[in-house]
């Protein structure tokens, strides 16, 4: 699986939005990018995931890039419930599952 | 929908010690993940069932890890002897399809915080 690159940390303002960033010059045609979360003291969580299109789901929104080398995970209205670890991933369409984590995004939302 | 469950939730044991971790995926899930996370880093996988065979066991320390999956239900992960740099947080994931297709979601359980002194 292609490999990702993210901001180790990133603050926010509680009811802003938020913009997480990925960059994943390397990613194939074939390549889902998939975004986790790990709250403190829990499991990851997924959060969402897309191809080549934009996606929303009730928890935040994916923006891609044309290219796809990029993407944005979007969080609307960021809640101190929010503040955790963001994981961008690469999975390929004909991977057997597992997930390949870096370290990921921490952020911190404040009050 | 009950989610994944793992006990115990904490253990602390002495290096040279042996310890298994249980866990119960969510029901009807064929896949079934244990991941390692070491303080500060992302979770690495240790071994992957689909159903009652091993998938991918690639990262398992086998001299001193094992894992079984009975009946493709509830599975144990068990260190034998321990040591002091297996000292982390035990993952366990699952997923519904059998096939483990790239979009499929992945469930996780609360893990298990080992500590090796």
């Known amino acids: 699986d292609a490999k990702t690159t993210q901001p180790n940390s990133m603050e926010s303002n509680e009811e802003e939005p938020v913009h997480l960033p990925c960059n994943h010059s390397?990613?194939?045609?074939?390549?889902?990018i998939h975004w986790y979360r790990q709250l403190p003291s829990q499991g990851p969580e997924y959060v969402i995931h897309?191809?080549?299109s934009n996606v929303n789901n009730r928890m935040a929104s994916l923006a891609i890039a044309e290219d796809r080398k990029s993407s944005t995970l979007i969080l609307h209205r960021a809640t101190l419930r929010d503040a955790a670890v963001y994981y961008c991933?690469?999975?390929?369409?004909?991977?057997?599952?597992?997930?390949?984590f870096g370290k990921g995004t921490k952020l911190s939302v404040k009050p | 929908e009950a989610g994944v469950a793992q006990s115990p939730r904490y253990k602390i044991i002495e290096k040279r010690q042996s310890v298994a971790f249980w866990c119960n995926p969510i029901?009807?899930?064929?896949?079934l993940y244990w991941y390692q996370q070491i303080l500060g880093q992302g979770p690495k996988l240790l071994i992957q069932?689909?159903?009652?065979?091993?998938?991918?066991d690639s990262q398992l320390p086998k001299d001193r890890f094992s894992a079984e999956r009975l009946k493709g239900v509830d599975s144990t992960l068990k260190i034998q002897p321990a040591k002091l740099e297996d000292s982390a947080v035990y993952l366990c994931?699952?997923?519904?399809?059998?096939?483990?297709?790239?979009?499929?979601?992945?469930?996780f359980g609360p893990g298990t915080r080992l500590t090796v002194l």
């Open positions: 069932f689909q159903n009652n065979g091993v998938v991918d």
């Open positions: 390397t990613i194939s045609g074939t390549d889902y």
């Open positions: 897309g191809l080549t």
């Open positions: 029901s009807g899930h064929a896949t």
């Open positions: 994931a699952s997923s519904l399809d059998p096939s483990g297709r790239a979009y499929n979601e992945q469930f």
């Open positions: 991933i690469l999975r390929d369409e004909g991977s057997q599952g597992n997930l390949i």
